[in-house]
């Protein structure tokens, strides 16, 4: 799987109980089986989204047909969060088996 964070920004200030995640992916040969979009924090679900949307640049940069769905964007709510402290997130995508990748 192929996929990039665009916000939030490595080491940005965030609201851990409002923040916004945007981004793309695409799941290769398995991107037609995604059912959502999920993002994890120290290891507990935090958002998921089921809609993708078009990304031009995406599409255009992996050679992709333009009408592929490979945008995201999840409010998460992160709320076992330590303020001022450090939060790694996870992105996995749900496929329609209900796997989850890595």
């Known amino acids: 799987m192929l996929a990039a964070l665009d916000t939030p920004l490595p080491d940005a200030l ?38 993708l949307a078009v990304r031009p640049d995406v599409n255009a940069g992996l050679t992709l047909p333009a009408d592929t769905r490979t945008g995201f964007q999840i409010d998460a709510h992160i709320s076992a969060a330590i303020f001022d402290a450090p939060l790694t997130l996870t992105l996995h995508a749900l496929l329609t088996d209900g796997t989850r990748t890595a």
């Open 14 to 51: 965030c609201d851990p109980l409002a923040l916004r995640v945007e981004g793309w992916l695409h799941g290769a040969p398995d991107h037609p089986k995604i059912s959502a979009v999920e993002i994890h924090a120290a290891g507990q679900l935090v958002g998921s989204t089921r809609a």
